[in-house]
């Protein structure tokens, strides 16, 4: 085999995507030491290209990163004006009083953003303070330096045929090389899952768990428009199938964001996440907001759910994990933005000091020691059992214990340490004779929509002649042993239709349509094989979520 030879740029502190984590860091890189060379590299077609939150944003890494972001004109336009949480039957629905909820779920103080644009009014302030930001640039491996400690990587590599070799218009990529590597990819993010698995950084805590988080975009009827109103929801659809809820913010311009949260921990192979919110939608509380509405935008992304008993090792020799690349998510609260901002500060103060000091290369134990006993710890303390306790007890009685055990961790007289998760989300689905179908109703088209309609609203885009970057393990698993003893799942769990099971009996194909692929990262979590990796397309493939 050729070895592919490329070019070398040299920098500082490198850094893998430019989501809130990523850009806090270089933010914070920039204010301590203007001197410093740092650069972001982001796979999707611009900054915010491939951002999907909520979002209610608390601000409390922004105001600790950028004091003055209201006079520097920071999207943050909509304050919570109203707190709502229902739980839903099939017809209708009963309010949780407030008073009862923990005071760390009130959102007082918070906004309804788009994180999307966050991130790219966030990219601004960078690049003045002299961060070097490159869109459209895929990190497809890491470069390990003669220690086996991460060197850098290799970004901008284009023009593979589909079989992998190289087309007549191919670019090798650069390696770009950093006294430090900053890796903040997000949920599951490919090379943080190669650096967790190279280091066994994850040899010590509790499996990772995720929900699937998938999103619409909603210009409603002026009159039914609540400014800064916050809803959550729990129970109906989903009951006793899978744990999980929705939200619903009224942000500007009429527009609302509507969303539902499915926890991927479920037993049943037959349910269908997307379908389970689509008929979420025609709840009457729901339907009669959105009559006469029009959905604008979709999107989906995996949310990781662990919590503090479930954050692998930090630092690894030359760089750390950031943000959700760790799993820094309060399922309660539904929110991660704001420690994903604290971690990428925390993460450039502790590089700044090694720098500082004449080191390269070494693992930043300090940053581990500030997410852990600092705000971003305290923050999920407080509300580690309420997973596990949901996983184990289900809804009715996770509410009062996992209520309880807040209250009590807020109160500082916790009385019972972190549980633990136990299964895997794969682990946890089970063959499919152990469970009934579900029938889910057709999509109407008015406020429910097929997979592929909705996908077209995620403005999702991949060069058709690449190879796919939903990578088998093993191609014979599908149909050999998916489909037979778990009645294929991944044509249901995926929400943007990828996967199918096409022809017959003895004819029966797998298919990946990576087309659609809106970088949810589920198949790679809920597999229950564990056949399906999910990797990079080329660089600006992938959604193109305007608001989300």
Known sequence: MTQIEREAMEYDVVIVGAGPAGLSAAIRLKQLDADLSVVVLEKGSEVGAHILSGAVLDPIGLNKLIPGWKEKGAPLNVPVKQDNFYMLGEAGAMRIPNIAMPPLMNNHGNYIVSMGNVCRWMAEQAEEL????????SCSEIVYGDNGEVKGVVAGEFGK?????QGPGYEPGMELHGKYVFLG???????????????ALDAKCDVQKYGLGMKEIWEIDPEKHREGTVT??????????????SFIYHLDNNQVYVGFVVHLNYKNPHLFPYMEF????HHPMVADLLKGGK???YGARAISEGGFQSLPQLAFPGGALLGCAAGMVNVPRIKGNHNAMLSGIAAAEAAVEAINAGRSGDELTDYTTAVRLGEIGKDLKKVCNVKPLWSRYGLIASLGLGGLDMWMNTLRIGVIGALSHGKSDAEATEPADKHKPIDYPKPDGKLSFDR????AFSFTNHEESQPAHLKLKDPDIPVQVNLPKYAGPSARYCPAGVYEFVGTGDDTKFQ????????????DIKDPSQNIVWTVPQGGDGPNYPNM
């Open 295 to 297: 959905r604008v935008a």
């Open 185 to 199: 990819e997000g949920v599951r993010g490919s090379l943080s899952q190669q650096v967790i698995a190279k280091y």
């Open 512 to 523: 990946i349509n990576f087309q659609n692929c809106v970088h949810c990262k589920t198949c």
């Open 278 to 281: 689509q008929r979420f939608k």
């Open 161 to 165: 045929n589909a079989d992998g070799s």
């Open 130 to 137: 002299g961060v070097e930001i490159f869109p459209g640039m």
């Open 232 to 245: 959550h929801t729990m129970g109906w659809p989903l009951n006793s199938n899978a744990g999980g809820g």
């Open 452 to 455: 592929l309609t909705n996908v």
